[in-house]
């Protein structure tokens, strides 16, 4: 069964950084197109970043230059690397594990963790 667990939130100020680290158990996270997705109060859950088994990247305008994405084969982890923080940061961010099995895509989810970044 695979589970994800995400951790490194918390609170910082403007300007600050903040390491979030997704630990995958199950499987190798190297089967995975894996993606960070973060959900503000009172608003959708959106995309931050991805990166695909063969270690290709994206980024959600909002954070291009300031976050990047880190996969560690050797920990089975999956990092999201937040530079120069904003409020508008300021979410519960989450982890999504992605994979293919005979035509059909499954989707997995860790609980999420806060971060709060204050002005």
């Known amino acids: 069964q695979v589970q994800l667990v995400e951790s490194g939130g918390g609170l910082v100020q403007t300007g600050e950084s903040l390491r979030l680290s997704c630990a995958v158990s199950g499987r190798s996270v190297t089967l995975f197109a894996m993606g960070w997705f973060r959900q503000a109060p009172g608003k959708e859950r959106e995309f931050v970043a991805a990166i695909s088994p063969r270690e290709s990247t994206a980024y959600a305008d909002s954070v291009k230059a300031r976050f990047t994405i880190i996969r560690d084969n050797a920990k089975n982890t999956v990092s999201l690397q937040m530079n120069n923080l904003k409020p508008e940061d300021t979410a519960v961010y989450y982890c999504?594990?992605?994979?293919?099995?005979?035509?059909?895509?499954?989707?997995?989810w860790g609980q999420g963790t806060q971060v709060t970044v204050s002005s």
């Open positions: 999504k594990a992605t994979t293919r099995r005979l035509g059909i895509e499954h989707n997995y």
